[in-house]
Antibody
Framework: QVQLQESGPGLVKPSQTLSLTCTVSGGSISSGGYYWSWIRQHPGKGLEWIGYIYYSGSTYYNPSLKSRVAISVDTSKNQFSLKLNSVTAADTAMYYC??????????????WGQGTLVTVSS | SSELTQDPAVSVALGQTVRITCQGDSLRSYYASWYQQKPGQAPVLVIYGKNNRPSGIPDRVSGSSSGNTASLTITGAQAEDEADYHCNSRDSSGDHVVFGGGTKLTVL
């Protein structure tokens, strides 16, 4: 059973960089075939895709966040990470790491972390 | 277009059937996936592909698609089905992921 766990500061000051790490257990990031994703949810709102990384290092980002986002992978630690710079209060949200699979004309998130709340405030 | 549109709220009487819809151009190329989210919890995948249910999802939950519209149907809604439901797919390019705004389902 694949499990994902987010870790990182719960409070970030405006203009600074939000940094989160997702540790994957029960499966190897480097086994291929999956897209390791970050998704966030503003309080009381819907889900917003931030981006994903493939085990090879290829990345795709939400165009609305692309200028501020970087996702990286450390296969030796079976972890992937999110950096979001120049944060504002609008970046306050629950952040989820997740695994996306694709097959049969469908891509779907089959495993989610429990989520970590990040608040941007001075 | 890279957007998916859902009705913000839907209600259903206990034991009745409810359909939640998701519209978007990308759904002409990709099947939608559906997630159930209860307060304070992470989303849970309930439907993916043409009409596939992960292990543990009851068969009263089903999915369908026609043109640019995907539907999640709950037949014989139960109190425990009350939740937010989110749809998603890849966008038309296939490279980016898009989510709908979510539908709050109330079971009366």
């Amino acid at each position: 059973q694949v499990q994902l766990q987010e870790s990182g500061p719960g409070l970030v000051k405006p203009s600074q960089t939000l940094s989160l790490t997702c540790t994957v257990s029960g499966g190897s990031i480097s086994s291929g075939g999956y897209y390791w994703s970050w998704i966030r949810q503003h309080p009381g709102k819907g889900l917003e895709w931030i981006g994903y990384i493939y085990y090879s290092g290829s990345t795709y980002y939400n165009p609305s966040l692309k200028s501020r986002v970087a996702i990286s992978v450390d296969t030796s630690k079976n972890q992937f990470s999110l950096k979001l710079n120049s944060v504002t209060a609008a970046d306050t949200a629950m952040y989820y790491c997740a695994r996306e699979s694709c097959s049969g004309g469908s891509c779907y998130v089959d495993y989610w972390g429990q989520g970590t709340l990040v608040t941007v405030s001075s | 277009s890279s957007e998916l549109t859902q009705d913000p709220a839907v209600s259903v009487a206990l034991g009745q059937t409810v359909r939640i819809t998701c519209q978007g151009d990308s759904l002409r190329s990709y099947y939608a996936s559906w997630y159930q989210q209860k307060p304070g919890q992470a989303p849970v995948l309930v439907i993916y592909g043409k009409n596939n249910r992960p292990s543990g999802i009851p068969d009263r939950v089903s999915g369908s698609s026609s043109g640019n519209t995907a539907s999640l149907t709950i037949t014989g809604a139960q109190a425990e089905d009350e939740a937010d439901y989110h749809c998603n797919s890849r966008d038309s390019s296939g490279d980016h992921v898009v989510f709908g705004g979510g539908t709050k389902l109330t079971v009366l």
